[in-house]
């Protein structure tokens, strides 16, 4: 830990001045928040919260992932959390949100050289962002209940059962997301007096009905035997009476396909015949979201019922307490952005957007885990990647021994500049045999076993 430190001495003043830095906006944003009428106790808590999620986890994070490329690890990732943190607390378009991006940024310019510069590996830099979040209103703080005890209510008037099932008085709102995140700095204590509370009620496992709710999702665990019919009741009640946008039900069809029973204020709906009905014709992504949607409620951990706080007709409803949220079908939260390399080899598709799984199948291809049937990430570049058909295309190329302009040796990077090409024949020059310049690589074989393509090699002598 010495050495560590020692080595890291510069990030150390730097973690140092910025959470004096952020602890004195932090403050700012704590008398802003009073000022505006929030919760005296959670705008103070909020302040250790954003100054350990902001910077020192972050700055942490940075650190770590300088320390692997240096070793070399094959695949690096890194979460930041401050946007996320800010967003849920303050709104996405707060300008504290915003503010933490810019010390985002600064990490990544921080990581990129040092993956640049690995010894061991060549590094690509990814960045992208999971999901957009979604200006949320608070179902606890605009209907004055929690929606565990709304669920209650409602198990309890429709389910004659022994077990407890009924709201419980002084049942707390408290949101858990924001305690959630300071765990990764290693502080059960200090997520705990986060919460203001021992998570793990025992009253609450003990019963009947469990709500495991957080941002736009709900999940409802009914601990007893129950009819479609009563989880259809349940459902409309809550959808009609307890200010729940969407409840839904699993359920299949005459021909045995799954489907969804969607309970609305306006009325009955279904997955997937109802989907424009549901999500809107306009949602940019509508067949995806209503299959992953249909996935979710059917999933075999998700429960009898899943509720939702997204609605096409109206404002987003959070379970829990905050201002934005992410996890649902909304089109704001189903939007996300990847800046990758242009000439990343992605997964076939005929969707125009990314998924993760398109990401995680390119990582894979680079890694040389799964056969390279791939197109290129930008096909508007002026440089005509896709050839016609019955075309012939030749290319020279002048590798300087395969190094760049970074002074390392890279056969593959260089394969990877000529595949973005697509070339039938390839004519190389200054390619390196076994010379201590270059490594000893037998560049000609390396290459060729890159590009999947028969060698000539020949030396000769520059005259």
């Known amino acids: 830990m010495v050495l560590f430190v020692l080595l890291n001495i510069v990030s150390g003043v730097r973690v140092v001045l910025l959470i004096v830095f952020e602890l004195f906006m932090a403050i700012i944003d704590f008398v802003r928040g009073v000022i505006g009428g929030k919760n005296l106790l959670k705008e103070l808590t909020f302040v250790p919260l954003r100054v350990g999620v902001s910077v020192l986890l972050r700055e942490l994070v940075t650190i770590g992932v300088k320390l692997d490329a240096a070793r070399g690890l094959p695949v690096i990732h890194a979460n930041f959390l401050g946007y996320d943190e800010q967003s849920h607390r303050r709104g996405p378009e707060s300008k504290f949100a915003h503010w933490s991006l810019k010390g985002l940024d600064k990490s990544i310019a921080r990581i990129w050289p040092s993956a640049k510069l690995s010894e061991h590996r060549e590094y690509d830099i990814w960045v992208y962002s999971d999901h957009g979040q979604e200006p949320t209103q608070s179902y606890p703080v605009e209907f004055s209940t929690t929606i565990e005890s709304t669920v209650r209510e409602a198990v309890a008037r429709y389910c004659s059962t022994p077990y407890d099932v ?169 939007h996300a952005f990847a800046l990758i390399p242009e000439d990343t080899a992605l997964p076939a598709r005929e969707r125009s957007y990314l998924r993760f799984i398109d990401l995680h199948n390119a990582a894979r291809t680079i890694l040389d885990e799964v056969p390279k049937v791939y197109q290129v990430v930008n096909q508007s570049s002026a440089v005509n990647y896709h050839k016609p058909n019955g075309c012939l295309r030749v290319m020279t190329y002048n590798v300087h021994s395969c190094i760049g302009m970074d002074g390392k040796v890279a056969p593959r990077r260089i394969a990877r500049v000529i595949n973005r090409y697509m070339p039938d024949i390839i004519a190389l020059q200054e390619v390196d045999v076994n010379r201590a310049a270059s490594l000893h690589i037998d560049q000609a074989r390396a290459l060729a076993a890159e590009l999947n393509m028969n060698l000539y090699f020949s030396s000769g002598t520059l005259l």
């Open 166 to 334: 009924a709201p419980r008085e002084n049942e707390s709102s408290v949101d858990y997301s924001d305690a959630q995140h300071i765990k990764l700095l290693g502080s059960k204590k200090l997520s705990a007096w986060l919460s203001g509370k021992d998570q793990t009620d025992k009253q609450a496992i003990n019963s009947a009905v469990q709500v495991a709710a957080m941002g736009p999702i709900g999940l409802v665990y009914i601990d007893h035997d129950i009819s479609l019919v009563q989880l259809k009741e349940i459902a409309t009640s809550l959808a009609k009476y307890s200010h729940v946008p969407m409840a839904m039900v699993a359920d299949f069809d005459s021909k045995g396909d799954r489907m969804v029973h969607v309970e609305r204020a306006d009325g009955h709906w279904k997955l997937p015949a109802d989907k424009q009905i549901i999500f809107g014709q306009h949602h940019p992504f509508l067949e995806d979201v209503c299959s992953d949607m249909i996935n979710k409620v059917h999933h075999q951990f998700a429960g009898q019922t899943t509720l939702c706080g997204w609605h096409a007709k109206q404002a987003p409803i959070s379970f829990r307490i905050e201002n934005g949220a992410h996890g649902g079908p909304g089109d704001q939260e189903t």
